[in-house]
């Protein structure tokens, strides 16, 4: 079973800085993509940033400049650091890891896709 564990959210004054983590827990991860996405209330989920395997980036326009994002592979963990906060940032934010996952421990089992999502950390911040 594959566990996304998001952690690090919270209340924080317009300018300042937080700092998201997601791990992502079980047996036979190979995760190509881990990112970041939010929510905000009456608005649809929205992708903030990615990172690949080799590290490579992909931040939306509107945090450009402002955040940053970074992943562990050992540790299967991804992170988002967050500064110049402003109160549109207010939303859930969900972690994401899409790759494959062992069907068992022999090569021969194969392995089915995996598109994981964590529970949601909510950051507010206020003006």
């Known amino acids: 079973q594959v566990q996304l564990v998001e952690s690090g959210g919270g209340l924080v004054q317009a300018g300042g800085s937080l700092r998201l983590s997601c791990a992502a827990s079980g047996r036979g991860l190979s995760i190509d993509v881990m990112a970041w996405y939010r929510q905000a209330p009456g608005k649809q989920r929205e992708l903030v940033a990615s990172?690949?395997?080799?590290?490579?980036?992909n931040l939306a326009g509107s945090v450009k400049g402002r955040f940053a994002i970074s992943r562990d592979n050992a540790k299967n963990t991804v992170y988002l650091q967050m500064n110049s906060l402003k109160p549109e940032d207010t939303a859930v934010y969900y972690c994401s890891a899409t790759g494959t996952v062992a069907l068992g421990a022999a090569v021969e089992s194969g392995v089915a896709p995996l598109d994981a999502w964590g529970q949601g950390t909510l950051v507010t911040v206020a003006s």
């Open positions: 990172i690949t395997r080799a590290f490579r980036t």
